[in-house]
C-alpha cells in the first residue's frame, strides 16, 4: 500500500446510502489507505444493524448512543444500559452526544438528560465520549467540565465547527478535537484559524459520511475514502508534509480509541 496509514474516526455506514454498495465503499477506502473506520451510532434503536456492520469487517468498529437530534424520540437509556451495550468488543466509543441548538430537533432538556447519560456512560467505561456540538458551545463546556470535575473521562470534539473557546476549555480537560471536510471550504477561515493551535498530539480526522465531502468532492456523497482529501487539507494548514500528519493523527486515534485494534504494519512510537 503505497499511501500512509489513515483513519475515518467518525462516519455512518449504516445509512441507507451505503446500503447497496458497503462492501465498495469499504474497497475503496481501504485502497486510499484507510486502515481502521468508526462507524458512529445516532440510534439506540439501530445499534444492531451498526454493532453488525462492525463484526462484519475486521478494519471497521462502532460506538453506540444516540443523537441529540433524536434524543427526544428515541427510547431513553439508562448509564448501566449504555455500560452493557458498550462491552461488546467491536464497541469503541460513547456516542454521538451533545447539544444542536442548530436545528433544535429534540427538546433541550431531553439532549441534556441524554448527554449527561452518554457522559457517565463514558467515565464508567473508560471508553471516549463522541461529542456532537452545533450552536451551544457554552453549555456544552460547561457540561464537559462539570461532569469532568465529578469523574475523569477522554472524548472528542467530533466534525469541528465551533468557536475557538470550545476547542481550548475541551483541550483543557484532555479532548481531542476532529476535522472533517469542513476545513476545505472557503468560508470555514474562522475554523481553520482554530485548527492551526490545536496541539498536534490532539487531533483526529474524519469524514462524517455521507456528509460534508470535502474539496475536490463536495456536492457529492461523502464516504470513507474521501477523508485523505481533509487529511492533506490538514498536513498543507499545519506546514507538514502529509507522510508526518498521518504518522500523528494515526497514533492519535489509537491513543483515544484504545479498544481499536493496531494493524500488524504500523508501530505505535508513543505508545497506546
Known sequence: MNAPAIVDSHCHLDFETFEDER??????????????????????????????IA??????FCSVGIHPHQAGEEPEVSVEELVALAAHPKVVGIGESGFDYFYDSSPRDAQRRSFTTHIRAAQETGLPLIVHARDADDDTAELLE???????????????????????????????????????????????????????????????SP???????????????????????????RG???????????ENF???FSRVSVPEDFTLTGGA
Open 23 to 52: 462492501d465498495e465503499v469499504i474497497e475503496r477506502a481501504r485502497l486510499a489507505g484507510v486502515c481502521r473506520m468508526v462507524t458512529i451510532s445516532t440510534r439506540i434503536t439501530t445499534f444492531p444493524k451498526i454493532r453488525a
Open 55 to 60: 463484526e462484519q469487517y475486521d478494519d471497521v
Open 146 to 208: 462539570t461532569e469532568y470535575a465529578r469523574k475523569p473521562y477522554t472524548g472528542v470534539l467530533h466534525c469541528f465547527s465551533s468557536g475557538r473557546r470550545l476547542a481550548e476549555r475541551a483541550l483543557d480537560i484532555g479532548f481531542y478535537v476532529s476535522l472533517s471536510g469542513i476545513i476545505t471550504f472557503k468560508n470555514a477561515e474562522d475554523i481553520r484559524s482554530t485548527v492551526r493551535d490545536v496541539p498536534l498530539d490532539r487531533l483526529l480526522v474524519e469524514t462524517d
Open 211 to 237: 456528509y460534508l465531502a470535502p474539496v475536490p468532492k463536495r456536492g457529492k456523497r461523502n464516504e470513507p475514502a474521501y477523508v485523505a482529501h481533509t487529511h492533506q487539507a490538514l498536513a498543507e494548514l
Open 240 to 250: 507538514i508534509s502529509v507522510e508526518e500528519m498521518a504518522k500523528l493523527t494515526t
Open 254 to 256: 489509537f491513543r483515544l
